[in-house]
């Protein structure tokens, strides 16, 4: 796919644009844009960002429906173990025509809600550009992606996580526990036999 000099998240759509009822499929990687996630959990800038699916051509813009999936880097909630998988998600965005565009500060912000008429679905609203030559995804992979993070990612739905009082990883040592009763018990013997040796002295 040919990409414009000025960047890398610019899609050729003048072919589907110029009316109604055209589509085009998308098929490719696109880098991950900056400022997703933090070092914890995210996706590291320039990563390999798959879209797939099509942009159609309806009266007033083009909606593209697509599958994102990219590389997020995690740690396990429980057991802090890193974490490293592809994560996907559907996406249903709208780019609407030049004349039906409100200004956007060079796409950065968060499209507004639009709903199409005879629609009920509200849809997120990203920027032509060039006169509608290309479409500028950035922000749509930009703000899937952050809003799609995993909030409680974990390694194994039934991971055992972190003993509470030493660390162990519970997955690694399953019959790990700490003898408590057993520490308190050898407490109360010690105290015993103090009491018991008192009462010897005072014999
Ligand atoms: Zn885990
Ligand atoms: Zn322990």
Redesign the pocket.
């Known amino acids: 796919m040919a990409r414009p000099e000025f960047s890398p998240w610019a899609i050729s759509v003048a072919q589907v644009a110029s009316r109604a009822g055209q589509s085009k499929e998308v098929d490719a990687d696109f880098p991950a844009p900056s400022g997703i996630g933090d070092e914890v959990i995210g996706v590291e800038e320039g990563a390999p960002v798959h879209v797939s699916g099509s942009f159609d051509s309806i009266v007033d813009g083009l909606i593209l429906v697509a599958r994102i999936t990219a590389p997020v880097h995690a740690e396990c909630t429980r057991c802090l173990r890193p974490l490293k998988r592809d994560w996907g998600i559907d996406v249903t965005a709208f780019f609407p025509y030049e004349s039906d565009a409100k200004a956007k500060d060079g796409g950065k912000t968060k499209g507004e809600v639009e709903i199409i008429a005879g629609e009920e679905e509200s849809e997120d609203t990203y920027p032509l550009l060039e006169n509608g030559a290309f479409a500028d995804i950035e922000a749509l992979l930009r703000d899937t992606l952050v809003e799609n993070l995993p909030l409680q990612p974990l390694c194994r739905e039934d991971c055992r996580g972190l003993?509470?009082?030493?660390?162990?990883d519970l997955n690694e040592h399953p019959d790990?526990?700490?003898d408590v009763v057993d520490n308190r018990f050898s407490g109360l013997a010690a105290l015993k036999a103090q009491l018991e040796a008192e009462e010897q002295e005072r014999k």
């Open positions: 003993c509470s009082q030493c660390g162990v790990h526990h700490h």
